[in-house]
């Protein structure tokens, strides 16, 4: 399974940016899904995850900012990101929950700065 994330860019605080993510192959829509981020010097952490019928859970840091959606008609995760703060600032991934380190991709840069 091949997982491309895009959608990132610089934003201001305040302002929303809508990252994708688009999977290869079949059985996409029986995976758990999430989005992981990463800033300079931190640990990569999980940001918010999607189950196969839709269920969503998310950090604590997001929860009421971050929306995770998916559509399986399509292979693809979504992650609208509203209220930015410049601490959100990292590389966003996604991938299985839990993850699976042959299908970490490149991941996509959200930049939250004035």
């Known amino acids: 399974v091949q997982l491309q994330a895009s959608g990132g860019g610089l934003v201001q605080p305040g302002g929303s940016l809508r990252l994708s993510c688009a999977a290869s192959g079949s059985i996409f829509s029986a995976y758990v899904m999430g989005w992981y981020r990463q800033a300079p010097g931190n640990r990569r952490e999980l940001v918010a995850r999607i189950t196969s019928g839709g269920s969503t859970g998310y950090a604590d840091s997001v929860k009421g900012r971050f929306t995770i959606s998916r559509d399986n008609a399509k292979n693809t995760v979504y992650l609208q990101m509203n209220s930015l703060k410049p601490e959100d600032t990292a590389v966003y991934y996604c991938?299985?929950?839990?993850?699976?380190?042959?299908?970490w991709g490149q991941g996509t840069q959200v930049t939250v700065s004035s």
């Open positions: 991938n299985k929950e839990p993850p699976l380190r042959a299908f």
